[in-house]
């Protein structure tokens, strides 16, 4: 199994910036697509972000491109998520994910996620 934390979520004012990160340990991650996926109060779970095993390749949401930048450091084992002008409406929780399977790319779909972390809180005020 795969037990993956995330940290550095927090409250920031419109237009500023935070940096997640989510860390795994148990069994190497290195071989699995990572995600970010993120759950606003009274919504559905959505995409955010996602990375190949290697990093060479990333896939966002609509939403989120040109203002966040999903990596990885696999000697780390860890991922992160580098957001910029950040907006009222990115305010959620945002979690990690890893797709054991990586059949396909890329996997935007909460169902095709293995392994979850618990989230840490991302408040944007306005």
């Known amino acids: 199994q795969v037990q993956l934390v995330e940290s550095g979520g927090g409250l920031v004012q419109t237009g500023g910036s935070l940096r997640l990160s989510c860390a795994a340990s148990?069994?190497?991650?290195?071989?699995?697509?990572m995600s970010w996926f993120r759950q606003a109060p009274g919504k559905e779970r959505e995409f955010v972000a996602t990375?190949?095993?290697?990093?060479?390749?990333?896939a966002y949401a609509d939403s989120v491109k040109g203002r966040f930048t999903i990596s990885r450091d696999n000697a780390k084992n860890t991922m992160y998520l580098q957001m910029n002008s950040l907006k009222p409406e990115d305010t959620a929780v945002y979690y990690c994910?890893?797709?054991?399977?990586?059949?396909?790319?890329?996997?935007?779909?909460?169902?095709?996620?293995?392994?979850w972390g618990k989230g840490t809180l991302v408040t944007v005020s306005s």
């Open positions: 994910a890893a797709d054991r399977d990586g059949y396909s790319w890329p996997a935007t779909s909460p169902a095709a996620m293995d392994y």
């Open positions: 148990g069994r190497t991650f290195s071989s699995y697509p």
């Open positions: 990375i190949n095993w290697n990093g060479g390749r990333t």
